[in-house]
């Protein structure tokens, strides 16, 4: 990995902190239902996948009744899909 932070090929791909992933996501799926749509996956590099699957092994879990908005293979409900794109693409 660079002093950047990207790890080089093409895409190149730039880290990014977890919770910006999951906002990102978030914010994705927030303007995809405002235009009706239904998305069912997100399309993630398994790079960004990794910083999240870290992040969300560092929290714990939680028992009860509620669905978690993130579990080992999705994201707001979302499927993880891999991609081999510098961006996130939820659809």
Known sequence: M????????????CMRKAEELIVEVYRQLLEARSK???PK???ISP???ASI?????SLGSLSGALPDYLS?????GLEIWY???SEIRVV
């Open 36 to 38: 009706g749509l239904a």
């Open 47 to 49: 790079v960004f996948w």
């Open 2 to 13: 660079a002093e950047d932070g990207c790890i080089s090929g093409k895409p190149k791909i």
């Open 72 to 76: 080992k293979d999705a994201l707001f």
């Open 83 to 85: 991609g081999y794109e």
């Open 41 to 43: 996956k997100v399309v």
């Open 53 to 57: 699957e870290s992040y969300r092994r």
